[in-house]
């Protein structure tokens, strides 16, 4: 009985503030006028999202392609650099301060260098930038995973005169497993905002970012904000898929560990 | 008059529910003004509860508590007591000072009277070089001890302990509790301390308070019959093995009826 | 070190320039291989000396100041963002902390929005500018930008600080309770202060979050005056001057590693009297 009561107590006021927050958009727009280039009405929006639903889906999957594959991508050179990294201590103290240094800056003007550099239709500057992006997170974390091992576990492979290449095996990359996940679980949104934001750099028009600069262009707002409806989907399902992955990769998380040492 | 009248009192968590708990059932107890009383027992017997509502951080669900002729909330809006944790609960952001005056911000004090309070309670507690340290340059002893300090800042008549010296080493511990009585013993203090050591509990109290858990209640109260002031010497007095017997075994009629842990003996 | 590496970024650079095909390469099929000639990748030495040549030919600017004012006039924007952000997010933490209703409405969406895209809305924001009046002042071009990096940055504020808010110990909360201090006391003593630490890895974002935000509000819009338009103008001529675009992404960098600057001093006042962390 309590268990029903908590979970309506959990989603109940969410949902609540939901509601109210579309009503109240939905009520605002039609009872002050507010003109179209300043907000759209909930309503509108949905009608734009579902009556144009193939368009968003096609520029969704440009974008979500890109994506991906700066994901996986990202995530594959980001984990074998990691390794290099955990190796030799003064590979890390190069690329740590970069990794930083990178981290404030507003990476993705890039695209413009990398636009030069390729066809002007091809994908590929943008798939680039979400993998150096995904690259640098998934790397710092790794790293932070094989390197930050217990100690008591490092000393207790030495007892066994288990060479650097076992305790690499045995301790530090399933020490970093979960880190990789979560790394994934950052990348992910990150990969979608980049794939996006690439785009206003000009090249191919085919993603959901071009769509929204061109529908406003257009004074077709209504249809940017089902455009922009379709984004954040698209960034939810990369961060839920992401969040799965890092659930069932990591069932009881040490505890499972502990007992393959036993 | 005495310091705290606790009569017929009962706590229960979550009544009416699946998971009901009966943290204490029945608790008649009366402390003494300047008395110092330990109240011991294994996991889950109510002494921190019953703690917590002399302190006012909890109502009882029955029976009456009175603080200083008060209701437990006067005596707490008015500071009467003051209250120490296991973690000295030091805040790392001020300095050892101004950690002391912290109750004596909220009271209203002007700045150079709760300087000079704060100098003094370090004095008391030996710890007057380290007034503009920070908590995390002192070991666990010198936190306590300072914890103790902010305790007394407002020269409370009654002291509310918990366990303040479990995180300690032996050694410490055991130069901690002489500290105390000797602060208490000067300033006339009423203490009500929870501990899990029996060699604690007897050289610090007058009387024990024995406790055992489902429901949570007093088993057996303990006079603690050891002569004139305590000191280094009362370790060693058979007066005092005398009352450690007495508790443990108090304790062990409790343990003969449920599976317990948590009782040091050393 | 930092420069270490910057340096063999370089020679990194200059090396597959040396050894890369000239208009391009394919890979298995895939045009992946990026065109290495001067035009597409200037040399590194040419992209320095360009910040010493004028903007434009006949002009007597040079372009390390038009860069630099691009950075100026964009880091101002950004650090507008980032202080309404900032603040916008501690309020809504204060208010989450003091009604739990709040909290448990408001919370969810907070922590899902930083997974969503919402510089998606970055063009609409922006498109506000020159259409818009509020009580007669019309809506400068300016402000989109700010605006954008200040939502952008109020999210990690508002649940950082909110992690922060709630993180005492119970202990600590029953040693207020036992003084009797109101809620607003327990705010100020303890629950703020407590809240620091981890209000700095949420600023930090925060500052990052705007700089980005206002850079995608100029892209946008062609913002004059930002370092934004620069690239976008500046990669429209590289097929003629290849190393022009090159000055303004630097200037984009100065930008985001000033305001990280700033952060992080910012950052270093706010923990002057804690323990230092040592590294694990």
């Known amino acids: 009985m309590s268990r029903a009561v908590d979970a309506t107590r959990r989603v109940l006021p969410p949902l ?16 002050f006028d507010l003109k179209p280039y300043f907000l759209s009405a909930p309503s509108k929006i949905w009608e734009q999202f579902t009556g144009n639903f193939d368009l968003v889906w096609g520029a969704a999957r440009v974008s979500g392609t890109n994506a991906l594959v700066g994901l996986v991508l990202g995530a594959i050179v980001g984990a074998v650099m990691s390794l290099a990294l955990s190796r030799y201590r003064t590979l890390g103290d190069l690329v740590t301060p970069l990794a930083i240094a990178l981290n404030a800056i507003p990476i993705f003007v890039l695209v413009a260098v990398l636009n030069n550099m390729f066809a002007i239709t091809s994908e590929v500057p943008r798939r680039v930038m979400v993998t ?29 005169a288990a060479s650097d290449f076992e305790i690499l095996r045995k301790v530090r990359v399933p020490n970093a497993t979960p880190y990789f996940f979560t790394a994934l679980r950052i990348a992910a949104p990150a990969a979608v905002i980049t794939a996006f934001v690439s785009e206003y750099f000009g090249g191919s028009q085919n993603g959901l970012g071009s769509r929204i600069t061109s529908n406003i262009a257009n004074s077709k707002n209504a249809v940017a904000w089902a455009y922009v409806l379709g984004a954040c989907l698209l960034g939810l399902v990369f961060y839920v898929v992401s969040s799965v992955l890092e659930g069932v990769a990591t069932p009881g998380g040490t505890k499972q560990q502990d007992r393959e040492r036993r | 008059m005495s310091a705290i009248e606790i009569t017929s009192v009962s706590k229960v968590f979550n009544r009416g529910s699946a998971n009901q708990v009966d943290a204490l059932v029945g608790v008649d107890l009366s402390v003494a003004s300047g008395e110092f009383v330990s109240l011991i027992g294994p996991s889950g017997c109510g002494k921190s509860t019953l703690l917590r509502l002399i302190a006012n951080l909890l109502e009882p669900s029955e029976g009456s508590i009175v603080v200083n002729g008060k209701s437990p909330e006067q005596a707490r809006l008015d500071q009467d007591y003051g209250m120490a944790f296991q973690q000295s609960g030091l805040f790392e ?84 509790q002489s500290e105390l009585l000797n602060i208490c013993r000067a300033q006339g203090t009423t203490v009500v301390f929870v501990t899990h050591s029996i060699p604690e509990a007897v050289y610090l109290s007058n009387r024990v308070v024995v406790m055992s858990p489902r429901p949570g209640r007093i088993t057996r109260i303990v006079d603690v019959a050891i002569e004139g002031e305590r000191s280094d010497a009362t370790r060693d007095n058979t007066a005092f093995f005398a009352g450690i017997t007495a508790v443990r075994e108090a304790l062990r009629g409790v343990e003969m009826n449920d599976h317990i842990r948590g009782i040091e003996d050393r | 070190m930092f420069v270490v590496s910057l340096l063999i970024v370089a020679v990194v650079w200059e090396f597959y320039k040396w050894v890369g095909p000239a208009d391009g390469g394919k890979v298995f099929g895939w045009s992946l291989l990026p065109r290495s000639n001067d035009n597409a990748m200037p040399h590194v030495w040419d992209m320095l000396s360009r910040y010493g040549r004028p903007e434009v030919r006949g002009s007597d600017r040079e372009i390390w100041r038009v860069v630099l004012a691009g950075a100026w006039f964009s880091f101002r924007l950004a650090l507008v963002g980032f202080v309404l952000g900032s603040t916008l997010g501690i309020a809504l933490a204060v208010l989450m902390a003091r009604f739990k209703v709040a909290e448990r409405g408001i919370l969810p969406y907070l922590v899902v929005s930083q ?3 919402l510089i998606a809305l970055a063009p609409l924001v922006v498109s506000w500018g020159g259409k818009l009046e509020i009580f007669g002042y019309e809506w400068p071009r300016w402000l989109s930008a700010s605006v954008l990096g200040a939502f952008l940055a109020f999210f990690p504020v508002s649940v950082g600080t909110l992690k922060g ?36 890895p949420a600023l930090k974002l925060a500052a990052s979050s705007s700089v980005i935000g206002v850079v995608v509000a100029e892209i946008s819009t062609g913002l004059k005056g930002g370092i934004g338009r620069l690239i976008i103008e500046y990669g429209r001529q590289a097929t003629s001057d290849p190393a022009k675009v090159f000055t303004a992404v630097f ?30």
């Open chain 3, 165 to 200: 808010f709630t993180s005492p110990p119970g202990a600590s909360l029953e040693l207020m309770q036992s003084y009797a201090a109101s809620w607003w006391q327990t705010l100020r003593r303890l629950r703020f202060p407590a809240a620091v630490p981890f209000m700095v």
């Open chain 3, 115 to 117: 997974t969503v895209p």
């Open chain 1, 132 to 160: 150096l992006v995904v690259y640098f997170i998934v790397l710092v974390n790794v790293a932070k995973g094989l390197t930050q091992v217990n100690g008591t576990h490092v000393e207790l492979m030495k007892s066994y």
């Open chain 3, 251 to 280: 200037g984009a960098a100065l930008l985001g590693l000033t305001m990280a600057g700033f952060v992080a001093l910012a950052d270093l006042w706010m923990m002057r009297n804690r323990p230092k962390e040592t590294a694990a």
């Open chain 2, 93 to 176: 952001w001020r300095t050892v000072a101004k950690n002391i005056e912290l109750p004596l911000e909220l009271k209203g004090w002007g700045k150079s009277e709760r300087r000079q309070r704060a100098l003094e309670m370090l004095d008391m507690v030996k710890l007057a070089d380290f007034a503009d340290h920070h908590p995390w340059q002192l070991s666990g002893g010198m936190q306590q001890r300072v914890a103790i300090a902010r305790a007394l800042a407002v020269q409370p008549s009654l002291l509310l302990m918990d366990e303040p010296f479990g995180a300690l080493d032996e050694m410490t511990r055991e130069h901690m």
């Open chain 1, 16 to 31: 609540v503030v939901g509601v109210l927050f579309l009503v109240l958009w939905e009520a605002a727009v039609k009872g």
